[in-house]
């Protein structure tokens, strides 16, 4: 059996609460072969009474020998993120992966970067620029949807890369909810939010687009009436992930 299909068993390191609904979990995969930035794993979960349950998470961090980490939208109703959330050091829970070729960015890419997010959209574009951070040369260009500040995954530390990094340009667009100093209304993302800057137009950028499914094709309609070609645009869409 191929290896990325095998499920094997994955040790809760820590756990934190990213937002007040979203909790990132770091996890010990023994002999874990790596992955690209933009993979995901399934999660599997087993009750006593042998039936089970599957999700599909991100992966939020680049290759990090045997550590991996997932960041859970906690659904109240659902049956896999709540347990998910709930998990502290020690806890242990099935998974296979990385799964995916597609979604996905090589450092050796040197191609300008478009990521565009939607809530938990975010994650593996975080694992995209946590990679760029470690190797490459290509700039980026961040534009994420949120409902409010409170919702906003890896806050601090998209802050830190912003101010950090002269190849990082970050746009957060708040839909609800936006700090006072915050110039833009609240509001969807705009096709004057995506407007192709002087580096995107000069070398032709790549084009990751994730978050729900609404907000996927409204965002790859808006790129390709600015001219992105869709080749250039990979996408992954989503449902919620109970």
């Known amino acids: 059996m ?3 299909l095998r499920w094997r068993v994955a040790r809760v390191v ?6 007040g609904s979203a909790q ?20 599997k979960l087993t009750a006593e009474d042998g039936y089970s349950a599957q999700r599909s998470y991100s992966l939020s961090r680049p290759a990090d020998g045997e550590r991996i980490e997932l ?7 659902g049956e896999v993120s709540p347990y998910l959330a709930g998990l502290g050091a020690g806890d242990q829970i099935e998974l296979r992966g990385p799964i995916g ?11 300008s970067v478009l990521l565009v997010g939607g809530g938990s959209g975010i994650v593996p574009l ?6 760029r951070v470690v190797a490459g040369t290509a700039h980026f260009r961040l534009v994420y949807s949120v409902r409010s500040p ?9 802050g830190r890369l912003e101010r950090a990094c002269d190849w990082l340009q970050l746009a957060l667009v708040y839909t609800r909810v936006a700090p006072p ?26 084009v990751y687009v994730c978050g729900p499914t609404g907000f996927v094709e409204s965002m790859t309609t808006m790129l390709i009436e600015q001219g992105y070609q869709p080749p250039a645009i990979r996408t992954e869409r989503f449902g919620p992930s109970q």
Request: hydrophobic share 45%.
């Open 2 to 4: 191929n290896s990325m």
């Open 181 to 206: 100093q915050t110039v833009r209304p609240p509001g969807r993302v705009s096709a004057a939010d995506l407007a192709p800057t002087e580096w995107v137009l000069a070398d032709g950028a790549r």
């Open 150 to 158: 409170a919702d906003v995954y890896y806050a601090q530390e998209l």
């Open 14 to 19: 820590h756990s934190v609460r990213e937002t």
């Open 126 to 131: 975080m694992a995209m620029l946590r990679q």
């Open 71 to 77: 960041t859970v939208q906690e659904i109240p109703e």
């Open 24 to 43: 990132t979990i770091s996890l010990n995969v023994p002999r874990w072969g790596g992955h690209r930035a933009g993979q995901h794993v399934d999660v």
């Open 101 to 111: 070729g597609w979604f996905v960015w090589a450092p050796a890419d040197a191609a």
